[in-house]
């Protein structure tokens, strides 16, 4: 199986591409529209250097090469929403080639990152369609992969690991992402287009592959063509049979000429899935949960940063899942204080949370050994099976050490001295 | 040298002055076809007209298309607001060309003519806009050339026109024909006039990227050059007076030099194709409901709608949508659409070289003014050979202007000048020089004080 993606991705700037409306969200459709992003004859496209300034960014982050003498090309074809009839975008000469998106175990080549305008927006309703040109001219990047996604699993990997690259670069993209889905089972390629939302694009290729699949099977011919989706469904929809490819009789915007990019600064990257590496790489520790810890959330990752080298990285990282559960990374010395709690076995709740806030301080109670007993007997008899669970899995002690250590605020290092102890001394008791 | 503009504003106007411009002009218009809007309303300021393709706020700018009817631009074209920004004051919307689309100013609803003699045509694209010049004799003409529509219109009818170097003037507020190649620029009764206005338009502007800051210069040149090959494409008449008028020349101190440049012969196909490709992606956006006309059944599938809409373009346009839709298709982009940016680049070094100490010299036509009926029997590539002495300079953006050197039977004959890019200036100057030793023949003379 392969699978490639077109994702367009709205860019972060005041204005639009090539004229100087609002890209804010309006109350009212078509207020955020002049004559440029109208189409009207006379008017004129000026490229907005912030957009371009910031595709650069997006581009060195996905380790593309960076194209210093950028152009434009016109892509024609008749749709109510393409006020000109042709869209603004790049080919030849767009502002990154090559590069890639790094997973935990491979890379999904990219092809290039293409800045081009967002077509109107078009509303369908009973017997009417309506057309709302505010969001016409908005800046896109389209990024486009090679067809290197071989399974589901890499699917949403690719999807979420430049959802936090791009987050890192200012781009939040969760519910905005719009992509086109090129996916072939056998050799025929067949492009989903237009897929909006991320659970979309993920229910598209699995529609897709079920569909392919049953075909294969049954000694079918998969068929080229373009289909769509439908949310309501879950189904993928014919929309096309291609004889030949679309021809968009590409020519060379020629009212933009060429670009140099040389001179923009970029603010410097910081890539989320690098930190994770290599923290993961030091402290032994999982990619994946730190990356899922840091994904969406850059304090979570200055944390991590400032304390590494002070704590118990283990403990680090439960922390900063609990913080994380209290919406608790803003701070770092709150932080420091969950920390310095959790080292010592206490459970945290909501409450613990509010007195450190407060700067209250939480009391590190001692337990005797009797108490520990106790609690670690009231856990046994609560969970019916898990002797026997654990005399057949060593590992189940993890979990009655954390149960215990959770529900009491016992330290687990206490806790663990006794589980084997009083287990041994139980099943005993039963022969 | 002669100013119309600065005599215009030593001389005491009559009240009714405009009144009776507007009166004469509508007389003659009826007759022409020079203009397709007049302003009643002018009452003060020298006139300028412009052309139909460019935008003037809150005037129906059509160029002079059955599909632009009612559209109605909410801005001014940069040229405009300079020139009322610096007292002028608007006259009206001259005919043209739909589009731009042709050399003789028939491709249209309403058919230029000659205003010498009414049974000829008066030259395209700007057809309105030579009129206009040769009709009035206070007034500026803002006018567009793609691929000679100045020079041509202004051969025919007597004027002068004057197509700057590309990118010298702001395209911000032109309907685009080809934006690669098209120019705004002015036509007038002497090379003075075109002077005073292209100061005030020139120059970098925010709206449109591809103009340029750079400063135009007025570097004379000694010489003139004549490239062989497109005097063997001369008519035997234009050709002989076009040698009486370079014996006349010399006497200027010009030194005369023949070259030969066979690369030239490719100016012509190279030309059609960059202008219709780009064409047709500017034509694609008339589709029949934002402006301009409107198709009135919104229940049909939208194929449907933009296909009645776009049944509104005249053949000429039709023949070039379909011409440059071909040519940037996939399976022959190479073969024509890459090929003829080629030969743009080619010609551009080849011409250039030649500028540095020269300017070219050549007719404007390579005939005789002919009749409108005449015209109409012409195919499509008789009609673009027309356009072999005015396509080589506007292909490559060079600067060039065309001003009369003499009479044929009481038509006039238009010689063209070419200067190297940004040294706009000098082609004015030659004239400047040509009009001390030449009076130019003016049949009408609207507004005369
Ligand atoms: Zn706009």
Sequence with gaps: MKIGLEIHVALPTKTKLFCSDSTEEAHEPNVNVCPTCMGFPGSRPTLNKEAVRVAKSVSIALNCDITNRISFIRKVYFYPDLPKSF???????????????????????????QIEEDPARIIRSEGHTLIDFNRSGIPLIEVVTEPDITTEEELRETIFTLRTILYYQGIDINQEIKADLNISLGTERVEVKNVTGIKNLISAAEYEISRQNAILLNNGKIEVETRSFDEKSNTTKSSRKKESDEEYGFIFEPDLGFYSTEDLETTPVEMPTRAA?????????????????????????????????????????????IAKRFNETKDANVFEELLKLVINGIAINQ????????????????????????????????????????????????FIVGTVSRKYGIQPRDVIKRVEILIDTLQKVEV | MRSYISEFESKEKPKDYYTKIIEELKRKNAELNAFNIINDEINSGFPFS??????????????????????????????????????????GKTNMDEFGFGSFGINCEKPAKNPI??????????????????????????????????SAPAAFCGVVGFTPTYGAL??????????????????????????????????????????????????????????????????????????????????????????SLPEIE?????????????????????TGFKYGFKVEDFSKKYNDFFTEARNQFGMEAKRRIVLGTFVRSASVKDKYYVKALKIRRLLINRIKRLLKDSLLISPTMPIQTPKIDEVKKLSPTQSYAMDAFTIPPNFCGFPHASFTYDYLAGMPIGAQIVTDQFNDYAALSFIDSWENIFDYKFKYNIGAL
């Design chain 2, 266 to 286: 490719h100016s012509i196909p190279a030309y059609y194709i960059v202008s219709t490709a780009e064409a047709s992606t500017n034509l694609a956006r008339y």
């Design chain 1, 277 to 321: 590496f290599e923290l993961a790489r030091s402290h032994n520790s999982s990619y994946k949960t730190i990356l899922e810890l840091i994904a969406f959330d850059k304090d979570a990752l200055g944390i991590l940063y400032k304390y590494e080298k002070k704590y118990d990285f283990k403990s680090l990282i439960a922390t900063l899942e």
């Design chain 1, 87 to 113: 869209q603004i975008t790049q080919l030849s000469e767009c502002i990154g080639k090559g590069g890639f998106i790094e997973l935990e175990k491979k890379k999904i080549h990219l092809r290039r990152v």
């Design chain 2, 50 to 91: 412009v052309k139909d393709n460019i935008c003037v706020n809150g005037v129906e700018s059509t160029a002079s298309s059955k599909i632009l009817k009612t559209y109605t631009p909410p801005f001014d074209a940069t040229v405009v607001e300079k020139f009322k920004h610096n007292g002028f004051s608007f006259l």
């Design chain 2, 170 to 259: 702001s395209r911000y507020g032109l309907i685009d024909y080809a934006n690669s190649l098209d120019k705004i620029g002015f036509m007038a009764r002497s090379a003075a006039d075109i002077r005073t206005v292209l100061k005030q338009c020139t120059g970098r502007d925010g709206k449109d990227t591809t103009s340029s800051s750079q400063p135009l210069t007025d570097n004379p040149k000694a010489k003139l050059t004549v490239i062989t090959e497109l005097m063997d494409k001369t008519d035997e008449k234009i050709k002989s007076a076009f040698l009486r008028f370079l014996d006349k020349i010399k006497s200027l101190d010009y030194k005369i030099e023949y070259v």
């Design chain 2, 117 to 150: 003699n009414s049974d000829y045509v008066a030259g395209g694209s700007s057809s309105g806009a030579a009129i206009a010049t040769a009709l009035l004799k206070y007034h500026i003409a803002v006018a567009e050339s793609t691929g000679g529509s100045i």
């Design chain 1, 351 to 398: 409450e613990t949370v509010n007195k450190i806030k407060k700067g209250e301080r939480i009391e590190i109670r001692k337990f005797s050994k009797d108490e520990i007993d106790a609690a670690i007997l009231e856990m046994l008899k609560a969970e019916k099976d898990i002797v026997k669970r654990y005399s057949k899995n060593k590992n189940v002690i993890n």
